[in-house]
């Protein structure tokens, strides 16, 4: 008997705003399979708006309703029965969150849930990495967000440890993560994979993804430190301007990458991974799953 049903998973980003639907395939005798269907990106960046002034603008606001009834009618057309918006870092410290949330609930019946880091790291870690990992090793998983990094240890298959850092690309854009923070997560690093003879790393996040495509290495392949230490001093060769023209990034990717890319390095070095895997999964593929095993609440539709 085979059953398919589609789950969708609203990602609301301090850089950008995702909306995941998934295939849910159940099929007797067999394991669950869960296959995206469709991923739109809307780069709204409300963490621009959030880290400097402490609130959404009036302008990011009419974007986020028009997003979010875009999703709406998608969501719609495509017969989901059951949904999940989690906002993160740049909704959690917006002073007007609330009202907007309130907003979006009304005109577009999205029911948005602000999420407080560990849940982010939590919900993140969820996600299917045994298809991607070995269970013998020990990995430091490292999720690159706009306004906050989740880290979590993985050991022989499970999670050992979670933290959430307030590191992100906007806010190093912006120049307003503290070097006490940076102090912290370093100490964190290396008293958290220290007991461990050899970590690899494994990042996700849309700037990750887009390296390990362009760099053409094979699924399941890691880019290594080599490599990306070459590729972060070949991005700041080029100016903003030209990372869009010649490197063919677009333009709301073209300046994160720079700080996303030392994330990655700083998480590297201080863990002594020579390694870094690219399994292309993220929050809302982590959404995705804890809906289906019920970990989390979720809208039924």
Known sequence: MLKIQKYAAIDIGSNAVRLLISNI???????????????????????????INGEISEYNQERMIDTMKAFSLLIKSHNVVRYKACATSAMREANNSAPLSKKILETCGINIDIIDGEEEATI????????????????????VGGGSTEFS?????????????????????????????????????????????????????GNINKI??????????????????SYYKMLQNYSYEERITKLNLNQDRADVIIPATRIYLSAMKWSGAKDIYVPKIGLSDGIIKSMYYETIPSVVL
């Open 25 to 51: 395939i159940e099929q007797d005798d067999e394991p669950v399979v869960f296959k995206k269907n469709s991923l739109v990106r809307v780069p709204i960046r409300l963490g621009a708006d959030v880290f």
């Open 124 to 143: 993140i870690a969820a996600t299917d990495l045994n298809n991607f990992i070995d269970p013998n090793k020990t990995y430091l998983y490292v999720d």
């Open 153 to 205: 240890i993985i050991h022989n298959g499970e999670k050992i440890q979670s933290k959430s850092f307030k590191i992100g690309t906007v806010r190093l854009l912006n120049d307003i993560v503290k070097n006490a923070t940076w102090l912290e997560l370093e100490h964190w690093i290396k008293e958290n994979t220290k007991k461990y003879y050899k970590v690899d790393l494994i990042g996700s996040g």
């Open 212 to 229: 390990f495509k362009i760099s053409g290495k094979d699924i399941g392949k890691p880019l290594t430190y080599f490599y990306l230490t």
